[in-house]
């Protein structure tokens, strides 16, 4: 499957974004999805995912509130919106999917497949 994302841009603290993520070459639906970020001199960090089998959804202590994952089966693409952004949420966004477990895991190793990040960014 190949992914591109999209939706990133400037936004004051406060603001919202959707961030989008397109999938080709395959059904969303046999993977398990989620979004990542990494931030200037940072790790890659886990920001959401959602499960195959049935929709379960995780977040990060730090999003959980105002990050929605959401998946659009007929468009095949998985969405973030993003709301009361803050300046710590700015990064580099990106999705990921993975195939093979039937468990959701926040360790980008265990992701096989990774879109182009899409850049966010929040000013004051």
């Known amino acids: 499957v190949q992914l591109q994302a999209s939706g990133g841009g400037l936004v004051q603290a406060g603001g919202s974004l959707r961030l989008s993520c397109a999938a080709s070459?395959?059904?969303?639906?046999?993977?398990?999805m989620a979004w990542f970020r990494q931030a200037p001199g940072k790790e890659r960090e886990f920001v959401a995912a959602?499960?195959?089998?049935?929709?379960?959804?995780y977040y990060t202590d730090s999003v959980r509130g105002r990050f929605t994952i959401s998946k659009d089966n007929p468009k095949n693409t998985v969405d973030l919106q993003i709301n009361s952004l803050k300046i710590e949420d700015t990064a580099i966004y990106y999705c990921?999917?993975?195939?093979?477990?039937?468990?959701?895991?926040?360790?980008?190793?265990?992701?096989?497949?990774w879109g182009r990040g899409t850049q966010v960014t929040v000013s004051s």
């Open positions: 959602i499960r195959k089998t049935d929709g379960l959804l």
């Open positions: 990921a999917a993975e195939k093979d477990s039937w468990v959701v895991t926040g360790r980008a190793v265990e992701y096989d497949y």
């Open positions: 070459g395959d059904t969303l639906s046999n993977y398990n």
